[in-house]
């Protein structure tokens, strides 16, 4: 038998609500914890219990974290779903199942390895308790699976004691449920099975954080104050680690007192308006919220783009339209939240690809928000937000300042000879604002969403508004130069593709892939919106560029061709949308079947 | 319509309060309201309040939404920060303003379109939070002051001697600011200023929502008669839609009347506005029984004014989450970051 180390796909099967979630983490940390790259996926219903669910791992030592099509082993912990997941196993993969019940005869496939282990029929003279019988279930095929993949056992066991730290009469029988899984697999199955797992450094000092935590702690570390949301799938966990955290890490030492604010609000209006209403005056404002939530928010966002309040939006991004499907991931929201509100209205988007990203975005999008006092989105999605993914670690400089953009204080505006609010006095749109209360007799101004005049005075003369309107242009422009700037691996091939947020994930592979028949691209990450002169020219210096979007409509595209950056006719889409993340293979297939459509030269033939 | 800044002369025998301010210094731009309008009057008990109270013109935020009433923070304070945000919505940008700084004076202006209508919502929840501010209605919808438009205000079928009755019950904001927890809730009348400014008064000086109901008539409502308009629109009376534009200026309503009595106040349409004062023994801490004298009153066609309900010892939404003192606005990166270090040890529980 030929033995795979370290490189498969293991798909959990359950029913939602029998605490598979926590055994299936487990499984992911464990491998993580041996030094080896996971990726885990939760792929669950929109619902509280008794809906299958998934829950699948990545396994690969090069790194190649992408989501994969086809599994090697599947784990069909859920009778209904057998027909389907028993499908989804590759030719010569593993089907592990609890046997206790025969398997229809139906459901068999001749080119697949089966391992029924009889996991009901072992618990039951083991555990009296019935929901104890019943999550344990999970606990006996980790253990089975310990001794079937080879995974270092005192790892899972350190860590069923980590968890249940406090709880320690939980400890014993879980460790019991463990031993009694892995003890029958040593005994009774056929294993070791063709996938093995072995300690690897290819971790290095990398962390397992999902890009909501991570998210959420940049927003702590940036200095934001006032977090208010509104609950919404997949965003709700990122308001939740900050309240955490913040509880953990941001609290008076002398009094107690909590040196933040978290409102639940009432709707995401309400979120947005109290961010709004904190960014006017001067504290750093968050809120967390997924598609539907942007809908909502489009007045404010409006108001506070023309009004020029700093707030800062994490979108996490979910399937729509609509409500859609809210427990998959999507890149959807691209164009609703790049102009969302009425009116000419643009707003800053950044792309984090991963969850340090995630973090240094969110503090970024603080300092953001301040030096060009407008909304700035985050545009996250559920499969960076709500899985754990391997990761730089989190890294900070105590050198790093606040950038609190143009507030002038009493002493500032003593020595200022002129304010006001909306002159342009360094030329680069941004004018300079006060805060309420700064000063008994100077900088008092009226904000408001109708026209005024650079003074802040109300007026609907034709000249002062277009002026006004000149203006904020002029501080898009300011604002495309300090966004981050894309990432770009240009090897002066003829053609290149194009990407942004967690399609970043599967790229290198394949890209890898691509290359094996012949198709070499050079790659740009693009970070943020405005776009950067340097998307420009990766476009214009290339024939064509396919564009990467996990939507329908190829948002990217549109942006890119709206925004004039690129000649339509040299933007070729690849799109996946069905509410999973994008795969290495269809990247591959789709570049691939735009090649051999169009008769492109591949690499024999140009010889580069 | 443009902005006047009023010229600041001063008289050099006004009187100045503690602070050495005068009444001047309290005021705002010039309204541009109609003539007359009682909202007007409603800005004018705001500065008489903070100037007699002495409180530094420039430590407040004025929030309001959208509408006349929500004009009017122009024309108050001049040397604070005005923000006129989002039709409804004043109450959300009032509570991140309060959480970013509590040591500022909160005034939220709104209508009853502004807080009744589009914005029931957030003013349920705003007053629930407890967020320490002054939020004033400026009411011109109740008792047919809206005739052929249905505020939301509006008692059912009180218009219904003249124009389209009413057919919805009405919504009555003091009602439900004593069910969902203000601290403080009062109703006036805009052209009672011997009862308005002492309650403007109390309210800036409860710690917590203090919620005022101020019944201001519109005093254009005679010219406008929305319905007619669009009468006279469909029939092609152009003459008419001229006269619509001109609004003649009005005496200002007032009412002067000692508390525990019932007064009689006759509107530009010749209706009658029944004002009843709570009687000095009124029992100013009894929620429910605010909530219910309210509600006798309405039943008998009267609104209840002054100060209904207000619990001194009323915890606001700071309180309640256990911010800091210094506003959250002034924390620098030493209070705000955790540093490195403690970044290290996040790092290291993630592995």
Known sequence: ?608 | MTFVVKPRIRHPQLPVNDLGLTRRDYEGAVSTLCAGCGHDSVSAAIVAACAELSLPPHRFAKISGIGCSSKTPSYFLNNSHGFNSVHGRMPSVATGANLANRSLYCVGVSGDGDSASIGLGQFAHIVRRRINMVYIVDNNGTYGLTKGQFSATNDRGSTSKKGVPNLYEPIDLVSMALQIGAGFVARSFSGDKKQLVPLIKAALAHPGMAFLDVISPCVAFNNHNGSTKSFDYVRGHSERLMEADFVAPSEEITADYDPGTTENVRLPDGSILRLSKVARDFDVHDRIGALEYVQRSQERGEVATGLLYVDPDAADCHDILGTVETPLNALTEADLCPGEAALERLNESFR
């Not at chain 1, 784990?75 to 057998?82: R, S």
């Not at chain 1, 941001?250 to 009432?266: C, L, P, S, Y």
């Not at chain 1, 999507?330 to 950044?350: E, I, N, P």
């Open chain 1, 1 to 608: 038998m030929n033995v795979t180390y370290n490189d498969f796909v293991i798909r959990f099967a359950n029913v939602n609500g029998s605490g598979s979630a926590s055994a299936n983490g487990m499984f992911a940390k464990a491998l993580f914890r041996m030094g080896i790259p996971v990726a885990a996926r939760n792929i669950f219903p929109s619902n509280i219990q008794g809906l299958p669910t998934w829950f699948e791992v990545r396994v690969n030592e090069q790194g190649h974290l992408g989501r994969r099509e086809g599994v090697d082993i599947m784990v069909a912990m859920n009778a209904e779903t057998y027909a389907e997941d028993i499908a989804d196993i590759k030719p010569g993969g593993y089907l592990f199942y609890d046997n206790s019940k025969p398997l229809a005869a139906a459901l068999r496939r001749s080119d697949i390895n089966e391992i029924g282990m009889p996991i009901a029929t072992l618990l039951l003279p083991e555990f009296s308790d019935l929901k104890q019988r019943g999550l344990f279930k999970n606990i006996v095929y980790l253990g089975a699976l310990s001794a079937l993949l080879n995974i270092e056992f005192e790892v899972i066991t350190g860590m069923v004691a980590k968890q249940y730290r406090g709880k320690d009469d939980l400890i014993a029988p879980n460790i019991h449920a463990l031993e009694l899984g892995r003890r029958y697999a040593l005994d009774y199955l056929n294993g070791p099975i063709e996938y093995q797992v072995r300690r690897s450094s290819a971790n290095g000092d990398k962390i397992l954080i999902d890009g909501n935590t991570a998210a959420a702690l940049g927003a702590l570390y940036g200095g934001a104050t006032v977090c208010a949301w509104y609950p919404i799938t997949p965003s709700t966990s990122m308001a939740e680690s900050f309240e955490r955290h913040a509880n953990a890490l941001r609290k008076d030492k002398a009094t107690g007192a909590n040196k933040f604010a978290v409102i639940q609000a009432e709707d995401e209006l309400a979120a947005i308006g109290i961010v709004i209403g904190a960014g006017w005056n001067g504290a750093r404002a968050f809120t967390a919220t997924s598609g539907p939530g942007i809908s909502l928010m489009s007045e404010f966002l409006g108001l506070a783009y023309f009004a020029e309040i700093p707030a800062v939006v994490f979108d996490i991004q979910r399937a729509g339209p609509s409500t859609g499907m809210p427990t998959r991931t999507q890149q959807s929201d691209l164009t609703a939240a790049a102009y969302a509100s009425h009116g000419d209205t643009r707003h800053v988007l950044l792309f984090p690809a991963s969850p340090k990203e995630c973090f240094d975005f969110a503090a970024e999008a603080l300092d953001l928000a301040d030096r060009l006092q407008t909304p700035i989105i985050v545009m996250s999605d559920l499969e960076l937000g709500m899985n754990d993914n391997v990761s730089e670690p989190l890294a900070w400089s105590d050198e790093r300042r606040y950038d609190r953009g143009k507030v002038l204080d009493a002493a500032a505006l003593d020595a200022a000879e002129d304010f006001g609010r909306y002159l342009d006095v360094d030329g680069d749109g941004i004018g300079q604002r006060t805060l309420p209360g700064a000063h008994p007799e100077k900088g008092a101004f009226f904000t408001r969403g109708t026209s005024r005049d650079e003074y802040a005075r109300y007026t609907e003369n034709p000249e002062a508004y277009q002026r006004n309107m000149e203006r904020l242009e002029r501080k898009w422009t300011t604002a495309a130069a300090l966004t981050p700037m894309a990432e770009i691996a240009d090897g002066g091939r003829r053609n290149g593709i194009l990407y942004y947020g967690t399609s970043a994930m599967p790229m290198t592979e394949a890209l890898e892939l691509l290359q094996e028949q012949g198709i070499a691209l050079d790659r740009i990450r693009v970070r943020g919106f405005p776009f950067g002169e340097e998307v420009r020219d990766f476009i214009s210096r290339h024939e064509r560029v396919f564009v990467v979007d996990q939507n329908r409509d190829g948002q990217m595209r549109s942006l890119l061709i709206n925004e004039g950056v690129a000649d339509p006719a040299k933007l070729v889409s690849v799109r996946y949308y069905a509410g999973l993340s994008i795969s290495a293979d269809t990247i591959r297939d789709q570049v691939h079947e735009h090649y051999k459509a169009e008769r492109l030269p591949r690499l024999k033939e140009v010889g580069s």
